[in-house]
Structures are given as structure tokens and as C-alpha cells.
């Protein structure tokens, strides 16, 4: 399977942005799907998950209330919708896939348990 990511942008603080991540070669469904993001001279962290087939989600605390996963499997795609940007949201955005899909709920937000990655999208939010 491969991943793109798209969507991202230069936008100001308060506005909303949502990233896609489409799939070839692979059911987004039939895999646990993550997206992480990684600012200049951080390390990567976990942003949410989204389980194969039922589909709960998992929000990390920095993005709940703001952020949600969500997917479209007629489209084959994963988005995440962010809402109020705050400068400190600026980072590359990458889309993961965990397949099969071993992590269970409690380890979705580990990166290391997803084995496909996207090429990342910028967004840089400006205050």
C-alpha cells in the first residue's frame, strides 16, 4: 500500500485545515490508521488513530476538542480535520498505516507499531 498525504498549507491562527491521506494498493479500512506530525527539532508525536474496521478513534491530549480522524472507505482515504490552528501546530504532517492491524487501543498512539508512512504534508500556522 501506499500513502499521500495532502492538504496542508500556510494559514493563520484560528482558521481550520483538513489533510487527506489517500491510499493505493491497500483498504485503509482493514488497517489501524495513524496520523503524526514532526515540528523543526522535535520528535515525531503522535497526533490520532483511527482503529481498522469499527473504527474508534484516539485523539492525543494537545489536539482534543480541536482535531478529529475520521474516514471516508468508499473513497479509500483518511482525514483529519483540524479546527482552531495555533501556531504551535506547525509541523510536517505524515499519515502511518499499521497492517495488519496489531496495535490494540491502549498502543495506537506508539509510531513504531505502524509500518507504512506517507510523504508528509506542511502546515505552518501563523499567529
Known amino acids: 500500500v501506499q500513502l499521500q498525504a495532502s492538504g496542508g498549507g500556510l494559514v493563520q491562527a484560528g482558521v481550520s485545515l483538513r489533510l487527506s491521506c489517500a491510499a493505493s494498493?491497500?483498504?485503509?479500512?482493514?488497517?489501524?490508521m495513524g496520523w503524526f506530525r514532526q515540528a523543526p527539532g522535535r520528535e515525531r508525536e503522535f497526533v490520532a488513530a483511527?482503529?481498522?474496521?469499527?473504527?474508534?478513534?484516539s485523539h492525543a491530549d494537545s489536539v482534543r476538542g480541536r482535531f478529529t480522524i475520521s474516514r471516508d472507505s468508499a473513497k479509500n482515504t483518511v482525514y483529519l480535520q483540524m479546527n482552531n490552528l495555533k501556531p504551535e501546530d506547525t509541523a510536517v504532517y505524515y499519515c502511518?498505516?499499521?497492517?495488519?492491524?496489531?496495535?490494540?487501543?491502549?498502543?495506537?498512539?506508539?509510531?513504531?507499531?505502524?509500518?507504512?508512512w506517507g510523504q508528509g504534508t506542511q502546515v505552518t500556522v501563523s499567529s
Open positions: 483511527i482503529r481498522a474496521g469499527g473504527g474508534s478513534t
Open positions: 494498493g491497500g483498504t485503509l479500512r482493514s488497517y489501524n
Open positions: 502511518a498505516a499499521d497492517r495488519p492491524p496489531t496495535a490494540p487501543y491502549s498502543a495506537l498512539a506508539n509510531g513504531r507499531l505502524y509500518d507504512v
